[in-house]
């Protein structure tokens, strides 16, 4: 009899307890959530908050810089420590190994310039480059290997033999056509002749038969 007591007793006290932790809070607690878990640890966090959780970020006003807040939502569990004059995300959860997250969205929140990190370009930059088919590298490029030109052992290849020199894996066709090219011609430019059955070639005034 003594003993349960005894028990009623101390919890009582630690009702009482509780209720007066909720209704005068330690300096900064009063924007933190009442715990859903009435333990003596939950009780202890809340009140003097070093860790506490909820679906908002506390008001800066209350918080004190190392003071850890878990931000839930439906998708995740997000830890922000603070530090004057803001909440800092610290992890956020995921399925990768050891923490982290798997939200691409979410690196948008850290800041490269202040962390040290160069170099990035924006989402539409990075699209235009690769949708590009004008220059997308510039306008001038320099190849120091091969240029293959197809997706075959057989296709053509374009090497550099030596200074001024390049040679063609393949052999080198020049389309015949029956209609005289009238456009802007570059001297030395070369035509074959469908009619004539020749090839030409172009010297700033005429088409010349090679034979």
Known sequence: MGKLRCNAIIAVAFA?????????????????PPPTNLSVGGVASWSQPIIASGSALPNIASAADGDLFILTDA???????????TWIQQVASGSGGGGGTTDHSALSNLDYGDSGHTGFVSTSTFEAHTASSTDPHGSDETITGTLTVGSGTADTQITRNGTGTIGLASYVVIIPNAATPSAIIATGTLWYDSNDNKLKCYDGAAWNGLW
């Not at 209704?23 to 009063?30: F, M, N, Y």
């Open 75 to 85: 998708a995740s569990w997000t830890v922000y420590r603070f530090a004057t004059p």
């Open 16 to 32: 009482l307890v509780v209720v007066v932790a909720m209704l005068i809070p330690a300096a900064g607690s009063e924007l933190y």
